[in-house]
């Protein structure tokens, strides 16, 4: 095999050379002794002697956020190379804050695809020099690669120094060896392989081989029951383990070894513990403090009156051990001043669906593909398969008018084969109630398209408001912004009394008939006779909306992420909305935040994703009594949040949070129910299909590593299943309340301030679960403080 590396930039020339070894630096002038070899994007770089060890490096530098500073090389690969990379490098920084202060990777594939926007991020602020590291996994030959060290839209400064692109080496990381979790002789063992391989994992007593465990991939993990092949159970003792890998590219062998010491006995057969309702619980987590107990530590939340508020109760089965028949029972929560009754704690089995790829997210480095956590599946009672982590979601609704105090009570999880797990549970409740209609709009789409695939057409009023009412229960508002039929009348008066606070009227699209959804349509279909159709079918609709005072929550959505050729069209249609109904209008077409442009265009509420919105230009928006709200779809990912099925789960809590923060008026989703991947055509029995579904949420195609987008619901046999992802936008909207009601006795300045130990912009917050309770409870107690 013969590579041909040729790197771009002024004054360096190409080279050929056999194949490059794995590690080998494939970068000119890492350390910038030869600038020339770098390109210099947007204002570029300068070249400094300031560098880690006292020679040169790069500085980027800027006073404000829209620029690009930074430096690049062309990688092109002939024959085209099939390999994982390694990204390296090194970065200071004093005050550096945006969007893009990292190492940034774009990949061109054989067959014409790409890989986009692969990145390490640095931290912003102020620090000394900082390494970043990260692997891009490819599944095609690769034929280019633009390496990018970027600081754009971003202010400060930051300094560059030995940076890295290689083929990744092949080796063993993370790994974790957890002896005697149960309580006797076992091994619970996890690594991770640098690069896909197969594997054999075994644990010998002295030279011989008392268990292997055999795969494919690069998570290794393996768990022992403490028994030698005829089942007879061994003694603890000194073990050691022997890891055995052959990659898939180059056949190339690894042998790793380590020695463990375990105690004796069969053990309880499971471990349990408590985890925050931030943090996914995966299907081969163990705990770092876990004990075999049977009685847990006391699980504590705390809510509002109005609110509820999750916690987790995890359990991993010992090897070759099962809990059958697991049901779970609950009591009432008992407080010097009252109850909060058993019928308002309510649980959940934590399903599974199957993520092929994972996208490289630099916060959870150590997770691995296969079965993920996401649905909450309504059961009756459930088994954990061996060495198998099960989670059971429990929520606590405190009702309107709860009084203050702390409440305390249990819940048990009892297996029909083995000792019952009992779980002390404390809510605090504090002295105030959560509205019942939000502060913050919201247009999450609901879509009958997706419902009618499912459940059948025409929908039954029944099956689409227990729909509306589930998504309501989580502060959301059952919209749909691609609706292109007006919502039932006796619908909106429903949700009106349960919270509504926005709908949209309808999309101006040509109508969707028998199609799933209908997102824009070409210009051409702007006719004079479109035109008056909607006129036809609006001036009825919104006298009645009047007639029954829900005109004031109704806008109009339409022109869906189009351009600059739309914007005549769009004056023209948001004109009539404006001029014949006085009813706002929403899009996130590209549309400048720019209160001239969006008075002459008719925007009424511009609409633009999250990286892309600037604070400073939607506050002068606002000031002209205009609306900027924000959405994310596939993207942005890292470091801006998202609450994508393999984000970190933290992030859909947050972005309440950063909403507040940057004082945006709404927040869009393009869908809840996009029920259009595989496997998307069955209706979920929770209790004859178990936790791992068949059911997709990964997109595929283009996007193999996308999953969850548009999937926040799951489509149930008895109506809708939730989502770990949708209960935390639930908890975070609830988190905005908060933040509402303390702006309104100390100011809406205050308030912001508040949000910062959580969120600083929309790239910069925490994704510590306790820095999240922390500052709600701080929140919470200035709350009571300034109660009359």
Same mark, same amino acid.
């Given at each position: 095999?013969?590579?041909?590396?040729?790197?771009?930039?002024?004054?360096?020339?190409?080279?050929?050379?056999?194949?490059?070894?794995?590690?080998?630096?494939?970068?000119?002038?890492?350390?910038?002794?030869?600038?020339? %070899?770098?390109? #210099?994007?947007?204002?570029?770089?300068?070249?400094?002697?300031?560098?880690?060890?006292?020679?040169?490096?790069?500085?980027?530098?800027?006073?404000?956020?829209?620029?690009?500073?930074?430096?690049?090389?062309?990688?092109?690969?002939?024959?085209?190379?099939?390999?994982?990379?390694?990204?390296?490098?090194?970065?200071?920084?004093?005050?550096?804050?945006?969007?893009?202060?990292?190492?940034?990777?774009?990949?061109?594939?054989?067959?014409?695809?790409?890989?986009?926007?692969?990145?390490?991020?640095?931290?912003?602020?102020?620090?000394?020099?900082?390494?970043?590291?990260?692997?891009?996994?490819?599944? #095609?030959?690769?034929?280019?690669?633009?390496?990018?060290?970027?600081?754009?839209?971003?202010?400060?400064?930051?300094?560059?120094?030995?940076?890295?692109?290689?083929?990744?080496?092949?080796?063993?990381?993370?790994?974790?060896?957890?002896?005697?979790?149960?309580?006797?002789?076992? @091994?619970?063992?996890?690594?991770?392989?640098?690069?896909?391989?197969?594997?054999?994992?075994?644990?010998?007593?002295?030279?011989?081989?008392?268990?292997? %465990?055999?795969?494919?991939?690069?998570?290794?993990?393996?768990?022992?029951?403490?028994?030698?092949?005829?089942?007879?159970?061994?003694?603890?003792?000194?073990?050691?383990?022997?890891?055995? %890998?052959?990659?898939?590219?180059?056949?190339?062998?690894?042998?790793?070894?380590?020695?463990?010491?375990?105690?004796?006995?069969?053990?309880?057969?499971?471990?349990?513990?408590?985890?925050?309702?931030?943090?996914?619980?995966?299907?081969?987590?163990?705990?770092?403090?876990?004990?075999?107990?049977?009685?847990?530590?006391?699980?504590?939340?705390?809510?509002?009156?109005?609110?509820?508020?999750?916690?987790?109760?995890?359990?991993?089965?010992?090897?070759?051990?099962?809990?059958?028949?697991?049901?779970?029972?609950?009591?009432?929560?008992?407080?010097?001043?009252?109850? @909060?009754?058993?019928?308002?704690?309510?649980?959940?089995?934590?399903?599974?669906?199957?993520?092929?790829?994972?996208?490289?997210?630099? #916060?959870?480095?150590?997770?691995?593909?296969?079965?993920?956590?996401?649905?909450?599946?309504?059961?009756?009672?459930?088994?954990?398969?061996?060495?198998?982590?099960?989670?059971?979601?429990?929520?606590?609704?405190?009702?309107?008018?709860?009084?203050?105090?702390?409440?305390?009570?249990?819940?048990?999880?009892?297996?029909?084969?083995?000792?019952?797990?009992?779980?002390?549970?404390?809510?605090?409740?504090?002295?105030?109630?959560?509205?019942?209609?939000?502060?913050?709009?919201?247009?999450?789409?609901?879509?009958?398209?997706?419902?009618?695939?499912?459940?059948?057409?025409?929908?039954?009023?029944?099956?689409?408001?227990?729909?509306?009412?589930?998504?309501?229960?989580?502060?959301?508002?059952?919209?749909?912004?691609?609706?292109?039929?007006?919502?039932?009348?006796?619908?909106?008066?429903?949700?009106?009394?349960?919270?509504?606070?926005?709908?949209?009227?309808?999309?101006?699209?040509?109508?969707?008939?028998?199609?799933?959804?209908?997102?824009?349509?070409?210009?051409?279909?702007?006719?004079?006779?479109?035109?008056?159709?909607?006129?036809?079918?609006?001036?009825?609709?919104?006298?009645?909306?009047?007639?029954?005072?829900?005109?004031?929550?109704?806008?109009?959505?339409?022109?869906?992420?189009?351009?600059?050729?739309?914007?005549?069209?769009?004056?023209?249609?948001?004109?009539?909305?404006?001029?014949?109904?006085?009813?706002?209008?929403?899009?996130?077409?590209?549309?400048?935040?720019?209160?001239?442009?969006?008075? #002459?265009?008719?925007?009424?509420?511009?609409?633009?994703?999250?990286?892309?919105?600037?604070?400073?230009?939607?506050?002068?928006?606002?000031?002209?009594?205009?609306?900027?709200?924000?959405?994310?779809?596939?993207?942005?990912?890292?470091?801006?949040?998202?609450?994508?099925?393999?984000?970190?789960?933290?992030?859909?809590?947050?972005?309440?949070?950063?909403?507040?923060?940057?004082?945006?008026?709404?927040?869009?989703?393009?869908?809840?129910?996009?029920?259009?991947?595989?496997?998307?055509?069955?209706? @979920?029995?929770?209790?004859?299909?178990?936790?791992?579904?068949?059911?997709?949420?990964?997109?595929?195609?283009?996007?193999?590593?996308?999953?969850?987008?548009?999937?926040?619901?799951?489509?149930?046999?008895?109506?809708?299943?939730?989502?770990?992802?949708?209960?935390?936008?639930?908890?975070?909207?609830?988190?905005?309340?908060?933040?509402?009601?303390?702006?309104?006795?100390?100011?809406?300045?205050?308030?912001?301030?508040?949000?910062?130990?959580?969120?600083?912009?929309?790239?910069?917050?925490?994704?510590?679960?306790?820095?999240?309770?922390?500052?709600?409870?701080?929140?919470?107690?200035?709350?009571?403080?300034?109660?009359?």
């Amino acid at each position: 095999m013969r590579a041909l590396l040729v790197v771009l930039g002024v004054g360096f020339c190409g080279a050929a050379w056999a194949a490059p070894e794995r590690g080998e630096n494939l970068l000119a002038s890492p350390g910038f002794e030869t600038p020339g %070899a770098w390109h #210099k994007p947007g204002k570029g770089f300068a070249v400094v002697d300031e560098g880690r060890d006292g020679g040169k490096c790069i500085l980027c530098e800027s006073d404000v956020d829209n620029e690009t500073s930074g430096a690049m090389q062309r990688l092109t690969f002939d024959p085209p190379i099939r390999h994982p990379f390694t990204v390296s490098g090194w970065s200071k920084a004093e005050g550096a804050a945006g969007a893009d202060y990292c190492l940034y990777l774009d990949v061109w594939y054989e067959d014409g695809t790409n890989l986009w926007g692969m990145r390490g991020d640095f931290d912003g602020g102020t620090h000394d020099w900082q390494r970043v590291e990260y692997t891009v996994d490819v599944d #095609k030959p690769v034929t280019k690669i633009e390496f990018f060290i970027l600081f754009r839209r971003a202010t400060g400064k930051a300094w560059f120094d030995d940076v890295r692109l290689s083929l990744t080496p092949f080796e063993l990381r993370r790994e974790r060896i957890v002896a005697s979790l149960y309580g006797g002789n076992s @091994i619970d063992y996890a690594a991770a392989l640098s690069l896909p391989a197969q594997w054999k994992a075994s644990i010998l007593a002295g030279q011989g081989v008392v268990y292997v %465990a055999e795969g494919e991939g690069a998570a290794v993990a393996m768990s022992w029951d403490g028994t030698d092949p005829a089942g007879a159970r061994l003694a603890g003792g000194e073990y050691a383990i022997r890891v055995e %890998a052959t990659d898939r590219l180059r056949n190339e062998a690894l042998v790793h070894r380590a020695r463990v010491r375990t105690a004796s006995g069969e053990g309880l057969g499971y471990v349990a513990w408590t985890a925050s309702s931030m943090q996914r619980v995966l299907i081969d987590s163990i705990p770092p403090d876990a004990e075999p107990r049977a009685s847990l530590r006391e699980a504590a939340i705390a809510l509002a009156g109005n609110e509820y508020e999750s916690f987790q109760v995890a359990v991993r089965t010992a090897p070759g051990k099962t809990l059958d028949g697991c049901t779970v029972e609950v009591a009432a929560l008992e407080g010097e001043r009252g109850s @909060i009754p058993a019928e308002n704690v309510a649980w959940h089995q934590v399903g599974f669906v199957w993520l092929d790829a994972l996208w490289p997210h630099p #916060k959870r480095s150590h997770a691995a593909p296969g079965w993920w956590p996401d649905p909450l599946l309504p059961v009756r009672r459930f088994d954990v398969p061996p060495a198998t982590t099960q989670s059971v979601w429990f929520t606590v609704y405190a009702p309107p008018g709860t009084p203050t105090g702390e409440y305390r009570g249990k819940v048990v999880i009892r297996p029909r084969n083995a000792p019952p797990i009992r779980v002390p549970v404390r809510a605090t409740v504090y002295g105030f109630d959560l509205p019942v209609r939000s502060n913050l709009k919201t247009a999450f789409a609901l879509m009958d398209g997706f419902l009618e695939k499912l459940y059948g057409k025409p929908l039954t009023p029944e099956l689409r408001q227990a729909y509306g009412d589930f998504v309501l229960e989580h502060r959301l508002n059952p919209d749909d912004i691609s609706r292109t039929d007006p919502p039932a009348l006796e619908d909106l008066e429903r949700y009106d009394g349960k919270g509504l606070n926005a709908f949209n009227v309808l999309n101006m699209v040509r109508p969707r008939g028998d199609a799933a959804w209908v997102c824009w349509s070409p210009l051409e279909v702007y006719r004079p006779e479109f035109k008056q159709s909607l006129i036809d079918r609006l001036d009825p609709y919104v006298a009645e909306l009047e007639k029954r005072g829900l005109k004031d929550r109704a806008y109009v959505y339409t022109f869906d992420e189009r351009g600059p050729e739309f914007f005549p069209v769009m004056t023209e249609y948001f004109g009539l909305i404006k001029q014949r109904y006085g009813i706002p209008t929403l899009t996130t077409a590209k549309v400048p935040q720019d209160a001239e442009v969006m008075r #002459k265009l008719n925007v009424d509420w511009n609409c633009p994703v999250s990286s892309a919105y600037r604070f400073d230009e939607a506050e002068q928006c606002r000031e002209a009594g205009l609306q900027v709200w924000t959405y994310v779809c596939l993207g942005p990912r890292y470091p801006f949040a998202n609450f994508l099925a393999d984000d970190p789960l933290i992030e859909a809590r947050v972005i309440a949070w950063q909403a507040y923060h940057q004082k945006v008026d709404g927040f869009l989703y393009w869908g809840l129910n996009i029920w259009s991947r595989k496997n998307n055509d069955y209706l @979920i029995d929770p209790e004859a299909d178990g936790p791992r579904l068949r059911w997709s949420i990964t997109t595929g195609g283009r996007w193999p590593a996308l999953h969850g987008d548009g999937e926040l619901l799951y489509a149930g046999k008895n109506g809708p299943i939730g989502s770990i992802r949708l209960a935390n936008l639930r908890d975070g909207l609830e988190d905005y309340e908060y933040l509402h009601r303390l702006a309104e006795s100390t100011g809406v300045d205050t308030a912001r301030h508040a949000c910062e130990p959580v969120t600083t912009s929309l790239t910069t917050f925490t994704r510590e679960p306790e820095v999240v309770q922390a500052q709600r409870d701080r929140i919470a107690r200035r709350i009571e403080n300034a109660a009359p």
